[in-house]
């Protein structure tokens, strides 16, 4: 069966007021950008308090189907047969063989739902489905209809043209990239920030990035891996803007002056501090974390708080109260998890210490950090400076 369009169903952004058109044109626009990678000439439309893509020349189903799972805002994509309007015999003929095409042994409840955008068709729609429905029981005797608990809802709109569809297949939902700002993620190659991004992207914030590198005892591939998982966040998010920062001689000078079990604390309030000056530079509102409460010894409620203290923005972490698992799962489902198990070390692990803290002492940690003073804006500045920046789509 060829279908000729998809209708785009929306929940969450069909929001009353003046607000509504900018959500629809976000949700076009990043529907628009997720179709140009798909081969092939497709038109998105609003029309009617409606979202359409029609697809005039030949095209692959699946991959369409994929691209459009991956935009949020996108509750559910409908894909619909459009015939020409010949008459309402045609009709009935076109929806009978609408219904062999896709349901060749068809014997569940249905009914017919029509929607009348083109008023000036003869028939109300209330016939229409009455007769529809009809013309669909004597094709499949095993049919029954059921106005209230249908199986199968075939909905059949009349505009210029006449379109039929009859399927629903999920979208991710959320609200579309763009029309909730901007906040700077820190992405580590592991499990749960790139999960920690999808999530916060999800609610229409567009997304840029950090990650913290520390050649030579971080390799190149753990850099890869990083680049990598951004791309995959991408796919959903949007272009994401890469700051790769080099953290080594930062992380030697802590560890050359504080004392090891502090180290980590230490570190991470640095991560922030350099996340937040990038997040400053580029407009992002916030930062995101995949933090998640006891996980390790830098996340007890005391090891939060002393890093959450050197931030100035709000810092959202949307898997804090999630278990290991429950993170897994949605990195599987977004097709992170096979990247962020590669086993390549990453910069916190090789500075650990044997004991951490795990209730870290906030007068302790500040006069542990004033043993910095002598050097740390300098290197601060340098590492600033010799960020590099990619740009990942
Ligand atoms: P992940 O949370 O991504 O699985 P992880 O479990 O190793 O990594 P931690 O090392 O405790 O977590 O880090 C907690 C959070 O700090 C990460 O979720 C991430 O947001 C940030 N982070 C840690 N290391 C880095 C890094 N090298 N670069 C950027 N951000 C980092
Ligand atoms: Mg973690």
Known sequence: MTFHAFLIKYAEIAIKGKN?????????????LALSKVEGEFEVKKEQGRVYVFCPEEYDFDETVAALKKVFGIVGICPVVIYEDQGFEQLAKDVVSYMKNCYPDFHKSFKVYTRRAKKSYPIPSMEISAELGGRILDAFPEAAVDVHHPEMTLSVEIREKIYVYSETIKGPGGMPIGTNGRAMLLLSGGIDSPVAGYMIAKRGVK?????????????????QKVVDLARLVARYSGPIRLHIVNFTDIQLYIYDQCPHEELTIIMRRYMMRIAEHFAQESGC??????????????????????TNEVCTLPVYRPVIGFDKQEIVEISREIDTF???????EDCCTIFVAKHPVTKPNLKVIRRSEEKLNEKIDALMEEAFRTTEILEIS
């Open 207 to 223: 997304i840029d990035a950090v990650y913290f590198h520390a050649p030579p005892y971080t390799s190149e591939r753990a850099k």
């Open 20 to 32: 509504r058109y900018l959500f629809e044109d976000a949700l076009v626009k990043q529907m628009k």
């Open 338 to 344: 096979e990247t962020s198990i590669q086993p390549f």
């Open 285 to 306: 509102l916030g930062l995101i974390t995949g933090e998640s409460i006891g996980q390790v010894a830098s996340q007890t409620l005391q090891s939060l708080a002393a």
